[in-house]
Structures are given as structure tokens and as C-alpha cells.
């Protein structure tokens, strides 16, 4: 097992030929994988560090983020990191909701992201969503409610047309909300065994780059503004979010795959800094 491995898939293991403990901290949260030095707070492996990797959890892409936007009769996904954007219809389907016949369960379907940033890639699954809401259970539920029936009878054209901009604001920003809640879910880990943290691997298996992270969550049952979703990859099984460093892509790429190299062949602890540094430079000027 790799040294990365043993840091990402065992909750941070430090081997015991580093003295990471004496690089002097910076600032919280503990990174868990090398992508969170690129995209979080930059810190340095310290004891005190460890001990709180362990004991919580992380976002590990904190600034993936989706809008969504209504675009004619439909609804268009914008999902951006760090400047990156990729754009795309969401799929929008009902399912009968045996509970609330009133009510129509409302099914989001988001095709695999694909988004890259100076060498640094991010790949997702499929995702899907499926939302359960109420009649009466507050503004965004009546909305749901209503868009759901609206499909059912396909009638979407004349449901937007009814809703004032407060109401389509709120319904956008509810479902921008949802699936970021998704995405978050998936990119959330923490120490193995952590409830409703993504199972976390290092695979190796990418010609080409080096495998930062991969992550896999689900198919699982999530509240999400107050409602009840069902998250899955649109067939069954768990979303996944991989994460590779291409060196032929461009700087960050370049510098992650090094680190990963540094990590694997027992290098100092300044020699990591160093390189941590640049990274931290490399990212704050792209966030």
C-alpha cells in the first residue's frame, strides 16, 4: 500500500520515517486528499491536525458548485470550479408517489460532469435525484408539488408562466440547492465508518495521470432543505467523483502528480512543503 493510500484511505495514517508533525501549521480544515490543497484552506499534516481529520468531516471540493437557471420550458445546469464551467439540460421525470398521490415524486437527472483546471481533473457518474415533498410543507414544497404535476400533465410551459419572480427565484435556488446538497454529499468524507461520509480510495488505475481521489456515495436516502431525496447514479449503484492530476495538462496537474511522487518515494518534510506552497500559490491566484 502506497503512503497516499495509507493518508487517504485509512483516515490520514502519517508513516513513521516522516516527521510531518514538526512542518509548522496554517490554517484549518485538514485537507484529507491532495485536491483540497488546491482547493480549501492550505494546512500541514501536525498531530493536532490528524486528530481532527479523524474525528470529522471534510469537504473535499468545497468549491464545485451548480446554478441552475430556467432556460424556455426547461431547466439548464452550471457547474463551475474554480472558473471552470460546464453546462447541460437536467433531465426532469415523476415517478407516482404511493404515499401522496397528490404529490408525484420528482426525479432530477444530471449526465457525468466532467470538468478540468490547469491539469487537475474531476469526473463524476451520473447523478440522479429524486425529490419527495409535500403539499403544504412550505413555499419550495407547494413549488415542487406543482412542477411535478405540471410534467405529469405536460403542462410545464403553463406552470412556469404562472409563477411570480419571487417564486421562480425561490424554485431555482431550491433546486440549485438540491443538488449541490448531492454533490456535497459525495465530496464529504472523513475517518472510515463516518455516517453519510463517502467511502474515499486511491485506485492508481488511470493511464496518463495520477489518481488523486475517488470517491463513491450511495444509492442513499439524504434531507436536503428539508426534504426527502434519494441519491443514486441513475442506475442503482453509488455516484462517484474522480480525481486525477494530468501533467500534460497544464501547471496544477504538473505540480499534484510531483507531490503524489514526493508522498510515494519518502521525501522530507520540506521538500513536501515547499511543493505545497507552490500549489497554494498556483490556486489562489485561479480562486
Known amino acids: 500500500m502506497s503512503l497516499m493510500q495509507q493518508r487517504l484511505g485509512r483516515g490520514l495514517t502519517v508513516s513513521p520515517r516522516r516527521r510531518l508533525g ?79 398521490p397528490t404529490c408525484p415524486i420528482l426525479n432530477l437527472q444530471l449526465n457525468a460532469i466532467h470538468l478540468s483546471l490547469l ?27 406543482g412542477l411535478a404535476n405540471a410534467l405529469d400533465l405536460g403542462a410545464l410551459d403553463a406552470f412556469l408562466a404562472t409563477l411570480t419572480q419571487d417564486e421562480l427565484t425561490t424554485l431555482l435556488d431550491g433546486l440549485s440547492g438540491i443538488i449541490n446538497g448531492g454533490l456535497g454529499a459525495v465530496t464529504t468524507t472523513g475517518a472510515p465508518g463516518t455516517p453519510g461520509a463517502s467511502t474515499l480510495s486511491v485506485l492508481g488505475t488511470t493511464p496518463g495521470a495520477c489518481d488523486i481521489l475517488n470517491l463513491s456515495l450511495g444509492p442513499i436516502d439524504l434531507t436536503l432543505l428539508g426534504l426527502e ?22 501547471l496544477l496537474g504538473q505540480l499534484l502528480c510531483a507531490l503524489d ?23 489562489g491566484g485561479l480562486l
Open 22 to 100: 514538526s512542518l509548522r501549521p496554517r490554517t484549518f480544515p485538514v485537507l484529507v486528499g491532495l485536491v483540497s490543497l488546491a482547493l480549501a484552506e492550505l494546512v500541514v499534516f501536525t498531530p493536532s491536525a490528524l486528530a481532527y481529520a479523524r474525528s470529522t468531516t471534510i469537504n473535499v471540493l468545497p468549491q464545485l458548485n451548480t446554478t441552475v437557471s430556467q432556460v424556455g420550458s426547461t431547466f439548464n445546469a452550471v457547474t463551475s470550479l474554480g472558473g471552470q464551467t460546464t453546462s447541460q439540460p437536467i433531465g426532469l421525470s415523476t415517478t407516482p408517489n404511493l404515499i401522496d
Open 119 to 145: 491539469g487537475l481533473n474531476v469526473d463524476t457518474s451520473n447523478i440522479c435525484l429524486s425529490i419527495t415533498a409535500h403539499q403544504g410543507g412550505g413555499l419550495l414544497g407547494d413549488l415542487l408539488c
Open 229 to 250: 431525496v434519494y441519491l443514486d447514479n441513475c442506475a442503482g449503484g453509488p455516484v462517484t467523483v474522480d480525481i486525477t492530476a494530468v501533467p500534460a495538462g497544464g
Open 261 to 283: 511522487n514526493l508522498l510515494n518515494n519518502g521525501a522530507n518534510g520540506n521538500a513536501i512543503l515547499s511543493l505545497l506552497n507552490q500549489i497554494a500559490r498556483v490556486i
